[in-house]
């Protein structure tokens, strides 16, 4: 049985060493709803640790990030910008790290928001992982929150994306789920949202395999999400099953319109066998 409990940093005991990298990708955007697709190979002789995402695009835009090595994508949904971007003063900051494995590709499919002209460059932002001959021994990465293990599991950065919006003019309690994948449960440690920042309605959430809210009552979105550049930090990860739900109340009592994605950030976790 799976309980709730904060994850454990560690130091690294993986006998490679680091150093800081970054991958750039253009996203020259001229048009508004434009798609941009960029692929870039990882370096043959090294892994890559992904820490931070910083993007200069001037507007927001949404994205998917894929894993060429496995084909898989990083979110379930494209995130948008402003929930999993940051500058480099304020960088979004993984709550768990991702690894790429060398000589394989990274993919990013960006589609552009409203704005007709909104070039900027996305830049993952990591450590190069270099095997550490054992004369030199191993430097420890001093990021504790990427660098992350628990005794019984073990599992990679993910993203679950839901797209939230209301109707003008009218009260609304807008009630929706996210299904969590059957290979894997899921523990959450960020909650941020793309909803514009003057748009303040109450929010509730329910882990659907227990039943249990996450709030006594509805909260104010502003109380419980962040953006990239500020995630909300939950004080202490939680644990959603395989296969269960994260269901989703949004309540308008005054029917100011609102529309955006709620982006529940943390990792994929599989117990050690």
């Known amino acids: 049985m799976i309980t709730d409990r904060i994850s454990q940093p560690a130091v690294s005991r993986r006998g490679v060493y680091a150093v800081p990298y970054s991958y750039e990708f253009p996203l020259p955007f001229t048009q508004a709803g434009e798609t941009i697709t960029v692929t870039m190979k990882i370096i043959s002789e090294q892994d890559f640790e992904l820490y931070q995402i910083v993007a200069d695009n001037s507007d927001q835009f949404f994205f998917n990030i894929v894993d060429g090595s496995t084909n898989s994508s990083l979110f379930d949904n494209p995130g948008s910008s402003l929930a999993l971007t940051g500058t ?19 993919t990013i499919t960006a589609t552009n928001g409203t704005t007709d002209d909104n ?35 073990e599992g990679s950065f993910f993203v679950y994306v839901k797209e939230i919006n209301s109707i003008a003019g009218v009260p609304n309690s807008i009630q929706d789920s996210v299904t969590i994948f059957s290979n894997s449960d899921f523990e959450l ?13 109450n929010l509730q959430l329910v882990d659907g395999s227990s039943g249990l809210r996450m709030f006594d009552n509805p909260t104010p979105l502003r109380n419980t999400a962040g953006i990239g550049q500020r995630p909300y930090v939950f004080p202490v990860s939680r644990v959603f099953r395989a296969s269960g739900n994260i269901n989703i109340n949004a309540i308008d009592a005054i029917g100011i319109p609102f529309a955006g994605k709620l982006h529940f950030i943390g990792a994929n976790i599989r117990r050690i066998q």
């Not at 480099?88 to 768990?96: H, I, M, N, S």
């Not at 070039?119 to 990427?146: C, E, H, M, W």
Request: zero cysteines; a positive charge; aromatic letters at 12%.
């Open 189 to 201: 440690f960020y909650l941020n949202s793309s909803h514009d920042e003057t748009v303040n309605f």
């Open 119 to 153: 070039p900027g460059t996305i830049s993952l932002k990591g450590a190069t992982l270099f095997d550490a001959p054992a004369a030199q021994g191993t430097t420890v990465r001093s990021n504790p929150r990427a660098d992350w293990t628990r005794r019984d599991m």
């Open 88 to 106: 480099a003063q304020r960088p979004f900051t993984l709550p768990v790290s991702y690894i790429f494995a060398r000589n394989r590709s990274i």
